[in-house]
């Protein structure tokens, strides 16, 4: 596979900025995503009995500046994670390909679902041991000082969480052929997903709990039962291993319908 030497990794100071450019585009994305749901619900909702809870996502709080800051260092960790990834991309260390056509188109979707899968099976599990008491209070419980999140909750990580997150993309890559827009679409998923799970109001239609797709998706209101329930709903993307091992809420359905009333 054959990609442009993006950076000179024997030049440090090279390296150096290319950290803290990448570090930046990473905060950046966090910042426009949460901002953009915030501005939306704002614009839709400023009449309504959301009002108040919208105004507070607008006028960061106490627990939203947190957020932020604990958002940031994830930001920083996250660049590490990305320029590991160029950097195992550029000795020939990862599967990333350029050439669309190196395989069947439809190979494109197919490989980014896998990719989501495995992403979402390595986080459940990840997920269920941080909630061990020993090891909640050393790497889970700075996610879990929100207990009601906003989109400003979603890469508020204790460091040591988003290391272990951090890991997710380039252990993919070392071994499932991935094009190079996949990997960027899959990054663009992560921080929209992770934004949408935060926002605590629920953005899906009625009836989506039902649905034969919705049912297997993670949103606002899932998410945010795990938030105030901490033992269920441990999922990232799909509802599937809370399912099949029996840790979705009983009552998410009958809440989900009540928040889109
Ligand atoms: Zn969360
Ligand atoms: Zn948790």
Redesign the pocket.
Known sequence: MEVEQLVDFSDLSAVIAFIISLSLVVFLRYVFVSGLFVGLFYVLFKDKFLSRKISKMLRPDGQSWQEIKWSALTSFIFALSGVGIVWMWQSGYSTIYIDPHKYSILYLPLSLFIALFIHETYYYWLHRWMHRPKIYRLVHKV?HDSIV?SPW?AFSFDPLESILQAFVVPFIILFLPMHFSMVMLMLIIMTVSATI??LDIEIYPKGFEQHWLGKWLIGATH?SQ??AKFLVNYGLYFTFWDKWMQTESPDFEELFREKTK
């Open positions: 996610h999140t909750t799970n935060h998410h795990h938030h």
